[in-house]
C-alpha cells in the first residue's frame, strides 16, 4: 500500500483488520557543532545534517481528523521540529493498543531515529507531506 498523505495514513489504519494505535517522533535536523564548512555547505543547501528525535506520541487513529490536530498538539510543546515519523502498532481482535502498550515501540523508535535506521517509517514534513530520506 501507497501512504501519499497523512490522511491516507489515517484511513489505512481505521481499515486495518486490527485496530491500530499510531505512533509518531517529531524531530529536528541539526548539524554538529564540530561540522566541516563543506558540510554546512551542504546542511545550507538542504543535505545533510542528524535527526534529533524532540517529542513523541501515541495516538488513536479516531483521535485525528486530519495532520493539522497533531501539528496543534504539537505547538503546544514549544519545541522545534521539521518532519514527523509515523508508525503503526496493531493490536488484538477488538482490542486497541493502549498508550502503556506504545511506550516502548516508541522509545524504540526513538533510538532508530538517533541511528539512522529510518526505513520502517512513514516520513512527513511540516505540512504533512510525505518526505523521502536517503
Not at 64 to 71: A, H, K, N, P, R
Not at 94 to 115: F, H, T
Request: glycine fraction near 8%.
Amino acid at each position: 500500500m501507497t501512504i501519499d498523505n497523512f490522511n491516507e495514513l489515517l484511513l489505512a489504519a481505521r481499515a486495518q483488520a486490527l485496530p491500530q494505535r499510531l505512533l509518531f517522533v517529531f524531530t529536528e535536523v541539526s548539524l554538529p557543532d564540530d561540522s566541516t564548512a563543506q558540510q554546512q555547505a551542504s546542511f545550507d543547501a538542504g543535505q545533510g545534517g542528524a535527526l534529533e528525535p524532540k517529542m513523541c506520541v501515541d495516538k488513536h487513529p479516531d483521535e485525528l481528523e486530519s495532520f493539522g490536530d497533531l501539528v496543534r498538539e504539537a505547538e503546544q510543546f514549544e519545541q522545534p521540529w521539521g518532519m514527523v515519523f509515523a508508525a503503526a502498532l496493531s493490536g488484538l481482535p477488538g482490542q486497541a493498543p493502549s498508550s502503556a502498550d506504545a511506550d516502548q515501540p516508541l522509545n524504540a523508535m526513538v533510538e532508530a531515529i538517533k541511528r539512522g535506521d529510518i526505513g520502517n517509517y512513514l516520513v512527513f514534513d511540516r505540512q504533512g507531506v510525505p518526505v523521502q530520506l536517503w
